[in-house]
């Protein structure tokens, strides 16, 4: 055999064990690299928002709480104490949007669960989009009202959509506000056909789970059960202070108004809850949340409201009792949820809505001069006065949740001049009962202001596109309803706080001192799980204590 033959074997001897070392190198090296990957974010995310819930609400109870509910999700990760708002409230939704973007309504667009479109004086859905088709459900909605990203949306277009997100949700705007633009399946309650409703905007359409749940008639099977106490009512704290209070009994599919169109009291129910908690149990199981590599995202609504109160303190047994059987659920929730995902690999955000410690009702009861603000007596005061000045016209187009809409075409036609116009119609208001003030919209998007001021808070809460042409803004204690009693937003405090917790995977124990905004959350989630901040985030990332 040739010299340049067995230097060509021994060449390729040495090429063939260079390039096997070097193969399994990579091999070690890329298993190493995406173990690390996977370790190095959660597994799944289950948010967890809870309506009307107060941190100090927490604290009262505490002593009656089991150890693996809410105990576990305020104590064993972050606790933030001093959350502050950046808007005044206006709905929960919009408060959901701008804790989920790390935004304000000023860019994300979400201004109030409901509003009015001024040409046709219609009130509905900020989220009403009649190009998609409601499954199970006569509303047609979408979420491209949002007009920002979402952590969720980072998280899904930073996996290509090979990560999974779902929303099991009591309210379908706040359900929306918790979807953003891609989540997989997003699912409410509805309380009249009591059934969950859907819409196709999303690509998995009603999740199979929820729809099998309609099938079987899961909802009005479970509201037969009455509500009842726990406990013996003389138990309760609220038996203190009042040692007459008596038991309650309540029936889920009573309706709130008689009708046959309205709805039940099935969401002011722990029906509710033990409802939201089994859909997102199912989803967990039969859609392997948090079973690969690519973070998964299970976003769940359940509520302490209950039918016959209107207070915001911890003052009945029904809401004790709602605190206590949702305990319970959190518990069981968090228990199956870390046996089929895995101990260590979940992590769990609780939040809030913005809301006042006390109602307007509660404060009058100690000698407040607080109330809810008619705005029916209010626009009818202000139409007879610009008519005495201006002449019979209609000048004011419409009203809706603090926003005035003005004629403007009349006004032009008539040789007023539209801001000058503006400024008198928002003096003249700033004098009504419970209004703090009132500015023309021009005002609020143009005039550069302190960014913790009350104007600022007003501007960041409003967007051109639905916003009147005078926005209000009530006295603290004050709130709003609509014409069918709702309220429209929670808080008129100037120093309302969020209740948020992250708690579970790598999160170590610590109480978050410093004082932070709502908007901060969101950067803080994607620098977490590793992704872009939302692309009209404003908010800091919080540095937080991880373990290694």
């Known amino acids: 055999m040739s010299k340049r033959v067995k230097a060509g074997m021994k060449f390729s001897v040495l090429n063939g064990l260079v390039k096997l070392v070097f193969s399994t190198l990579l091999v070690v090296s890329s298993a190493g690299l995406m173990a690390q990957s996977v370790n190095d974010r959660p597994k799944l995310v289950v948010g967890i928002m809870v309506e009307g819930m107060q941190h100090q609400h927490v604290q009262q109870l505490w002593t009656r709480l089991h150890g693996g509910g809410f105990k576990r999700l305020t104590t064993s990760g972050a606790s933030f104490r001093q959350l502050k708002s950046v808007t005044t409230s206006f709905g929960s939704a919009s408060d959901i949007t701008t804790l989920f973007t790390g935004t304000v309504p000023y860019y994300h667009g979400i201004t109030a669960n409901r509003v009015l479109n001024p040409s046709t004086s219609d009130v509905h859905s900020i989220f009403e989009d009649k190009r998609q088709s409601g499954i199970q459900s006569h509303l ?22 090979r990560s999974k997100s779902f929303v099991v949700a009591l309210h379908p705007e706040d359900a929306l506000a918790m979807g953003g633009h891609t989540a997989t399946g997003v699912v409410w309650l509805d309380d009249v056909m009591m059934r969950w409703g859907s819409t196709d905007y999303y690509t998995a359409g009603m999740p199979w789970q929820a729809a099998q749940m309609n099938t079987a008639d899961a909802v009005n099977n479970l509201a037969r059960q009455k509500w009842t106490p726990l406990y013996s009512p003389g138990t309760y704290l609220a038996a203190l202070s009042n040692p007459s209070v008596k038991s309650f009994s309540y029936d889920p599919s009573d309706k709130q108004e008689g009708t046959a169109s309205s709805p039940t009291l099935l969401k002011r129910t722990p029906v509710a809850n033990s409802l939201v908690r089994e859909l997102g149990l199912n989803l967990i199981r039969e859609q392997e949340l948090g079973k690969d590599s690519h973070t998964d995202a299970l976003l769940l609504q359940f509520t302490v409201r209950t039918p016959v109160t209107s207070a915001f303190s911890l003052s009945s047994i029904e809401m004790e009792d709602m605190y206590l059987r949702l305990d319970a659920i959190l518990e069981d929730l968090i228990t199956k949820t870390e046996s089929m995902v895995g101990d260590g690999n979940v992590l769990y955000v609780l939040y809030g809505s913005q809301s006042d410690s006390r109602s307007p009702s ?35 187009k419409s009203y809706y949740g603090r926003h005035i809409y003005l004629n403007r075409t009349i006004i032009e036609e008539k040789g007023h001049d539209f801001k000058a116009f503006q400024q008198l119609v928002a003096d003249f208001v700033s004098e009504f009962e419970g209004v703090q003030s009132a500015w023309p919209l021009h005002n609020l998007v143009q005039l550069p202001v302190d960014t913790d001021s009350e104007l600022a808070r007003l501007r960041n809460s409003v967007n051109r596109k639905n916003a009147g042409d005078v926005v209000m803004i009530l006295k603290p204690g004050w709130l709003e309803t609509d014409d069918q009693n709702r309220t429209i937003g929670e808080a008129a405090s100037l120093n309302t706080r969020f209740p948020l917790y992250l708690s579970g995977w790598k999160i170590e124990t610590q109480t978050v001192r410093e004082s932070y905004k709502l908007t901060d959350i969101a950067p803080t989630l994607a620098a977490i799980l590793k992704l872009p901040a939302p692309n009209a985030s404003i908010g800091d990332e919080i540095i937080l204590t991880i373990k290694e």
């Not at 979408?142 to 277009?157: C, N, Q, R, Y």
């Not at 029916?376 to 005495?388: D, E």
């Open 362 to 396: 509660e404060l009058q009861d100690f000698n407040f001069h607080t109330g809810y603000y008619n705005s029916y007596r209010s626009m009818a005061l202000l139409n007879s006065y610009l008519i005495a000045l201006y002449g019979q016209e209609k000048w004011v």
């Open 140 to 161: 047609r909605l979408s979420g491209k009202a949002i007009e920002t990203s979402t952590w969720v949306d980072e998280l899904m277009m930073a996996t290509r959509t």
